[in-house]
């Protein structure tokens, strides 16, 4: 039982192609997902770019700080200046990337994004270990996208992936608070939000 | 449409009670969307979208109206003799202060005013508030003042030309779990304030955390309990005014009346504001003296405290019983609208009046939702009222006969209702006609509404009631010629919106880099221009206050209603609109903001760092 599946299953009842909502077809499938206990974040199944089957909250989020944004590889938008722009609050982070702070990025294209195609990407944009690419089943990518507020409420926007969300999730499980920094802000500003959510620098 | 195969809306209280609420909850919700959808999808034309594909949440579990009564009269926050340890113009990080800047300009306006007075604010949460009899005690936070008695929200009378000290200690628990972050930054919302005092976004602390624009150059880094606020209580135009005449505080037609100070965390503000995080700061000078009987001339004898009331409405939203808590998805981007009103931190509440007038003040404390207020009778006949101070700027001259205040989120209105016109016994209700289905604006106007706040007229007052409205209040500041308007900088603000964030002249907020730097002392012409529609955008501007000049919505002129004709601190941007307003930025410098006061949009980045640069910046 899961809001944002039933959700879409209302929706493409609707006519798909009535409302060109490309992006929406393979959520019609039904997923097998289960909501961790008191989380609503979904567990779901992916593949990193190294190729390691992993479960979103089980694995990725349960306990961490993370932040983590959308792209795909063939993005011609914003997706690079993006990847490298969070490369350098990568570097920021230094050896806190991967320790106390988590890094991921879900492709918006998993049916093209393979795990070796992100692998690529992130060796392209000399991504450091702590920083994970992330693909899966379309509709299981959907369900998280929706999950982690990477969405448009104009259906007509949101099925548009040249407009797709320039937002950075930023969030800290333990105390289950989440906000958001633009993933093309200045690296400081991105440190700043991340270093008050992450609550590891206080005094 | 096909509706086989859909759950049941009714089947959702069959889901076992015993089971997670967390899970209940997403059941409830799951299937509480799917109805509406398919409505709306009947009628092709009609389909609003607006909603989707974002979850739609459960409604807050219903409530019966009119159990809480608010309190008859409001009590403010009593000043303190001292402080311990004394006030410094610098921080007293040793003594567990924030890295603030210096005050600026203390040692010269105290000894121009006097010592301010000192007050002593403690941000704390109350995990035990009821905020409804039908709803399970909330986990709130709060401003509280020294004395116990003060009522809710936080009330301060301060007087022009007598500043204030206010010292604001962090008493959140540092391991609060869920949304809002225990950090505060407080603005005072939109008192004439030194950059250090004016809770700028990145000035937050706690006594272990520190925001990036703090000093951290002290054993703490920044961190501290407190953080001092020096409120000068000085009318805009304080240099201006002493060179011509050498002495005084300003122009008073620069006074300003209703303000209020709220949390301005960055990326915060707004789960903070939500979770409680609203005062008043009522201010009074020499015509707005606070007393009815003032029989000193110019006094305008506006009804007084205790017939002086305050009331902030805001939006909020309660997960269904049992849990019935305070509900916010700070993963969702647009934010919780809110179904319930919160009218001083109660869900519609009864207050008791006395047969005579009353100057009420209504402030949309947010975090999303507009109003348009409507006084109406139990069988729903609307009642006329005086507007008297629009963004808590007493206007030229009164607006009489009124019968609506429309609000968007950090506006004000001042109104002065006359109960005495009502038979003994009388009830009357504050509705909200204003239909809202989304955060980003509002949609229409319908009656006969919504009931937010019920009055009774249940006695006749001890004293017989000497307030007066006049017919003159206070004179506007001359505006130049508009030879000389169109001589000033002019300074183009566009809001829109870009892959998924909320832009200002394309660019997100970046709390070290100032988007305008501008003279201290000096005038613009701000053009605010909504980039495109869908959305409206109450735009407040830090520091001071702005006039409209002229408002265009698609290249075609709109009239400038009469209640906006004064000064106000919040503009709102409905969709396309373009206004020109000018801005003056005296007496003090340092880094302010202008941002868009729908608080998910201003934590979503629609946010402007500008500094004003001293001579000898």
């Known amino acids: 039982m899961n809001t944002r599946r039933e959700l879409l299953l209302g929706m493409g009842s609707l006519g798909v192609a009535a409302l060109g909502l490309q992006a929406w077809r393979g959520a019609q499938a039904q997923s097998q997902l289960a909501l961790s206990t008191n989380q609503r974040i979904p567990n779901t199944p992916l593949v990193t770019h190294e190729g390691k089957e992993v479960r979103f909250y089980d694995d990725l989020v349960r306990g961490k700080v993370v932040a983590i944004n959308m792209m795909y590889v063939a993005c011609a938008d914003i997706c690079s200046t993006a990847t490298a722009n969070l490369r350098r609050v990568q570097q920021l982070l230094g050896a806190r990337a991967g320790r106390d702070v988590f890094m991921y990025s879900l492709t918006l294209q998993p049916e093209l994004d393979t795990p070796e195609l992100l692998k690529a990407y992130a060796e392209l944009h000399r991504v450091d270990p702590g920083w994970l690419f992330l693909t899966g089943a379309s509709a299981d990518i959907e369900e998280l996208r929706y999950s982690l507020g990477f969405s448009d409420p104009d259906p007509l926007v949101d099925s548009d992936q040249t407009t797709h969300t320039g937002m950075l999730r930023v969030g800290n499980d333990a105390f289950q608070r989440w906000t958001m920094a633009p993933a093309l802000a200045e690296p400081r500003q991105i440190l700043a939000t991340i270093n008050h959510v992450s609550r590891t620098l206080t005094f | 449409m096909n509706n086989n195969g859909k759950k049941n809306p009714s089947a959702a209280p069959n889901d076992p009670p015993d089971g997670p609420a967390r899970r209940t909850f997403l059941k409830l919700s799951a299937t509480a969307l799917t109805a509406p959808l398919l409505l709306s999808a009947r009628n092709s034309d009609a389909a609003e979208w607006v909603t989707t594909p974002q979850p739609v949440f459960p409604p807050s579990p219903p409530t019966r109206p009119w159990l809480e009564e608010l309190p008859r009269q409001i009590v403010p926050i009593e000043s303190v003799s001292t402080l311990d340890p004394p006030p410094s113009v610098s921080p007293n990080t040793a003594g567990g202060e924030a890295g603030r800047a210096p005050h600026q300009r203390y040692a010269e306006l105290t000894g121009v005013l006097g010592t301010p007075e000192f007050y002593e604010l403690s941000v704390v949460e109350n995990a035990e508030y009821l905020v409804h009899p039908d709803l399970p005690t909330q986990r709130v936070w709060a401003y509280r003042g020294t004395n116990p008695d003060a009522t809710v929200p936080a009330t ?301 007229v249940d006695r006749n007052p001890p004293e017989q009631d000497l307030s007066q409205v006049p017919n003159q209040l206070r004179p506007l500041p001359d505006l130049p010629t508009p030879e000389e308007i169109d001589k000033l900088p002019k300074r183009r603000w566009e809001f829109d919106r870009k892959n998924g964030l909320w832009t200002i002249n394309g660019r997100l907020f970046d709390t070290h880099n100032p988007r305008a730097k501008i003279k201290q002392g000096s005038a613009e012409v701000w053009e605010l221009v909504g980039k495109s529609g869908g959305w409206s955008h109450p735009i407040h501007i830090h520091l001071e206050e702005g006039r409209i000049l002229s408002k265009s919505v698609d290249g075609i002129e709109v009239p400038v209603p009469l209640h906006e004709r004064g000064r106000k601190d919040v503009f709102v941007l409905e969709q396309t609109m373009t206004m020109r307003v000018l801005m003056r930025f005296r007496d003090f410098h340092g880094k302010y903001v202008m941002h868009c006061h729908n608080v998910i949009h201003e934590d979503h980045a629609m946010m402007v760092r500008f500094d004003i640069e001293g001579e000898d910046d």
């Not at chain 2, 207050?351 to 949309?364: E, I, M, Q, S, T």
Request: hydrophobic content about 30%.
């Open chain 2, 156 to 456: 301060i009378f301060a007087h022009y030309g007598s500043p204030t000290l206010c010292r604001i200690y962090n008493k959140l628990p540092e391991n609060h779990v869920g949304f809002g972050s225990p950090e505060i930054s407080t603005h005072l919302h939109n008192l004439h304030t030194p950059s250090e005092s004016d809770g700028y976004p990145g000035d937050f602390y706690s006594k272990s955390m520190a925001g990036p624009t703090l000093d951290t150059s002290g054993t703490k880094q920044g961190a501290g309990e407190f953080k001092d606020h020096f409120y000068p209580n000085i009318y805009a135009g304080y240099d201006e005014w002493r060179a011509l005449y050498g002495d005084g505080i300003g122009d008073p037609k620069e006074a300003q009346g209703t303000l209020w100070y709220h949390d301005h965390t960055e990326d915060f503000t707004a789960t903070n504001v939500y979770r409680g995080l609203v005062g008043f700061y009522l201010l009074f000078d020499h015509i707005d003296t606070g007393k009815e009987d003032d029989d000193k001339p110019g006094a305008l004898r506006l009804p007084s405290h205790p017939y002086d009331y305050p009331l902030a409405f805001g939006d909020r939203r309660f997960a269904p019983l049992p849990d019935g808590q305070l509900f916010y998805d700070d993963l969702h981007v647009e934010g919780v609208l809110g179904d319930k009103i919160v009218v001083n931190g109660k869900i519609e509440p009864v207050l008791r009046v006395d047969a005579r007038k009353y100057r009420l003040r209504l402030l949309n404390s947010g975090p999303s939702r507009f109003y348009e207020f409507y006084l109406v009778t139990a069988k729903d006949k609307v009642q006329r009222f005086t507007y008297i101070a629009n963004d808590g700027n007493l206007l030229p001259q009164p607006l009489f006969n009124q019968s609506k205040v429309r609000l968007a989120v950090a506006e004000r209105a001042d109104i002065v209702v006359d109960f005495s016109q009502y038979p003994i016994g009388t009830e009357l209700y504050l509705v909200n006609r204003l239909r809202q289905d989304s955060t980003r604006k509002p949609k229409d106007v319908k009656a006969p509404g919504t009931r937010v706040l019920k009055f009774i």
